[in-house]
């Protein structure tokens, strides 16, 4: 196998050494612990030290700063501490690191996400209703079932349809959707985000382990089936290659006339890429902060004591008092805002008359990285009463 010199001449090893000897037990024990290693290193010990020495953050409550204008997309950032790269909560030692941000005794917090907004919005850029037909479908199979939560079948079929990447495979390959395999699946979620990202059919073929001609293939079939998505994607290029910018439909622009300009494939490829993914990310961004701002414009008019304490990638962070009637009240008032108040501003304000619904799903809990699903099989009277227990 073979290894990487570093500078000073100490060998070291790559995840691929470590994927090459996965049955070797001390392999893997030294990855878990480099791993555990770099976990405490970038979040226990910056997180433990803002709340040990920071002067606003003598009570231990994690006060991070908000950047409007460092990401070149709109999207918001966080520093000191970071709080918009809180670990992944997909094994325990994440799990329990984000766990660290919790609520005070008697309250809790709610996440409310956007499900799949970037891929919403490539639909209603491109304007590809045939897409947008997808999300509508699953919106209203979504809208039954919550009028219907013991109906087992309905169960099932929202299980088997609402899922995008199924549907998107289902078509590709003109298959009943309960038909479609796991790796058909993985293959559309590959493709659309790949889309989006302007990935080559190579990587494709690489992260499906396939060949390019079949990836090539697999993509063709897709950008065939999508053919206003697809178009898009070229128009979007070619025009930030002649105008040297690109915007989101709400006016943000991200200029590339240098990169294009500067001759060098390399950077020229990036900037085709970065033409298509700004004006989908910029697009979220932008909703992404209107909604904010509409939920703490609410919470001041209305004298609430609901407290707006985050924003991050495509989802708010709220907290309140751990009490059903606040929480169904806030969850009204806050999925309101991010799907049917935001879509009027944007038309109001901006013009944009949205063809995609965006949809959002909820979680709450007392900490970060326990919380839980609010959905027909679960609903919010069950969590709160558990919560309360817990507590």
């Known amino acids: 196998m073979k290894t990487v010199e570093w500078p000073e001449g100490i060998p070291s090893v790559d995840k691929n050494f470590y994927d090459a000897y996965d049955d070797v037990e ?39 700063s908000q950047v409007e204008t ?16 809180i670990p992944r ?4 030692a994440k799990q329990e690191i984000k766990s660290m941000f919790a609520s005070p005794p008697g309250w809790c917090m709610m996440e409310t996400d956007y499900r799949q907004a970037e891929v919403r919005w490539w639909c209603q850029i491109a304007g590809d209703e045939e897409f947008a037909k997808l999300f509508w479908n699953m919106l209203e199979l979504r809208d039954r079932h919550l009028r219907n939560p013991g109906d087992k079948e309905l169960a099932k079929r929202v299980v088997a349809e609402c899922d995008i990447h199924r549907q998107v495979a289902a078509l590709m390959h003109g298959v009943p959707i309960q038909d479609v395999t796991k790796a058909m699946r993985q293959a559309a979620k590959n493709i659309t985000f790949g889309s989006i990202f302007g990935q080559h059919s190579s ?18 079939k897709f950008l065939l089936r999508f053919r206003k998505a697809a178009e898009w994607l070229h128009e979007i290029e070619v025009f930030a290659e002649a105008h040297g910018f690109v915007e989101t439909p709400m006016g943000r622009r991200r200029h590339l006339a240098a990169e294009f300009q500067s001759g060098i494939p390399g950077v020229i490829n990036r900037a085709k890429r970065q033409a298509r993914n700004s004006p989908i990310q910029g697009s979220s961004s932008d909703m992404m902060l209107l909604a904010g701002c509409l ?11 609901w407290k707006l304490i985050n924003l991050v990638h495509d989802a708010t962070y709220t907290e309140y008092k751990l009490d059903l009637e606040v929480a169904n009240d806030i969850t009204n008032v806050v999925g309101n805002i991010m799907t049917q108040d935001v879509g009027r501003v944007l038309e109001a304000d901006f013009g944009v008359k949205l063809i995609v619904p965006f949809e959002i799903e909820f979680k ?20 709160i009463e558990e919560l309360k227990l817990a507590a």
């Open 89 to 92: 909560a997909d094994n325990p």
């Open 70 to 85: 460092r990401a070149v997309t709109g999207r918001l950032a966080t520093k000191d501490p970071n709080t918009s790269q």
């Open 364 to 383: 709450i809990g007392t900490r970060m990285g326990h919380m839980h699903a609010v959905d027909a099989n679960k609903p919010l009277e069950t969590l």
């Open 203 to 220: 990587t494709l073929a690489r992260k499906l382990g396939i060949s390019e001609p079949e990836a090539k293939a697999l993509q063709d």
């Open 295 to 305: 939920i703490q414009d609410y919470i001041w008019a209305n004298n609430k004591d």
């Open 26 to 64: 001390i392999a893997q024990t030294v990855k878990e612990y480099v791993g555990l290693k770099k976990l405490k290193s970038s979040y226990i010990n910056s997180i433990i030290g803002f709340v040990t020495n920071h002067p606003d953050m003598q009570d231990g409550r994690i006060r991070s």
